[in-house]
T-cell receptor, first 111, second 116 residues
């Protein structure tokens, strides 16, 4: 079993849809959870950062962490064509080392 | 958020030459920098982790003599691809974490290397 699993997609949705992106993980020591967005031929951009369980909202983006289920989600409301990118989840235990990334989900938002 | 830059953004070189890629943290001190490689439509592959002032730790299967990493200061790390060959053509991305951003990792924009 991989340490972090993520549906690779591709996922295609119409403009305005609500998108749900998910990752599961196996290491219960992870406490810091991140979502990155990567456009083609660009470096990943940090979108959301959460610590431990709970929700965090930033504009159209909501990150959820359920440590009891070892499951994290990123929701995108009112999706736009500019949201078309690959979304990577990442996590780490305390200490700033040993970040583990999911393989990424490719999202296409169709106008 | 914290800013990481990379230079050059794109480099084309002849087979057998060496190429140096720079990674800089612009507004924070990067105690740890990471180097990744990414092939088209594939995920990030961690190559090595470097802590400032220490030798880099390479992932299994990465040739340390081919991919030389130097992290001599808290704002600069370099990756040198020695004797590059066409199979080294790829997208190389650095990231950094450090003081004041300890549990987050910030990425550079990437460097596209094409070896002819």
């Amino acid at each position: 079993q991989k340490e972090v699993e993520q549906d690779p997609g591709p996922l295609s949705v119409p403009e305005g849809a609500i998108v749900s992106l998910n990752c599961t993980y196996s290491n219960s020591a992870f406490q810091y959870f991140m979502w990155y967005r990567q456009y083609s031929r660009k470096g990943p951009e940090l979108l959301m950062y959460t610590y431990s369980s709970g929700n965090k909202e930033d504009g159209r983006f909501t990150a959820q962490v359920d440590k009891s289920s070892k499951y994290i989600s990123l929701f995108i409301r009112d999706s736009q064509p500019s949201d078309s990118a690959t979304y990577l989840c990442a996590m780490s235990a305390a200490g700033g080392q040993n970040f583990v990334f999911g393989p990424g989900t490719r999202l296409s938002v169709l106008p | 958020g914290a800013v990481v830059s990379q230079h050059p953004s794109w480099v084309i070189c002849k087979s057998g030459t060496s190429v140096k890629i720079e990674c800089r943290s612009l507004d924070f001190q990067a105690t740890t920098m990471f180097w990744y490689r990414q092939f088209p439509k594939q995920s990030l592959m961690l190559m090595a982790t470097s802590n400032e002032g220490s030798k880099a730790t390479y992932e299994q299967g990465v040739e340390k003599d081919k991919f030389l990493i130097n992290h001599a200061s808290l704002t600069l790390s370099t990756l040198t691809v020695t004797s590059a060959h066409p199979e080294d053509s790829s997208f190389y991305i650095c990231s950094a974490t450090g003081l004041a951003v300890y549990n987050e990792q910030f990425f550079g924009p990437g460097t596209r290397l094409t070896v002819l």
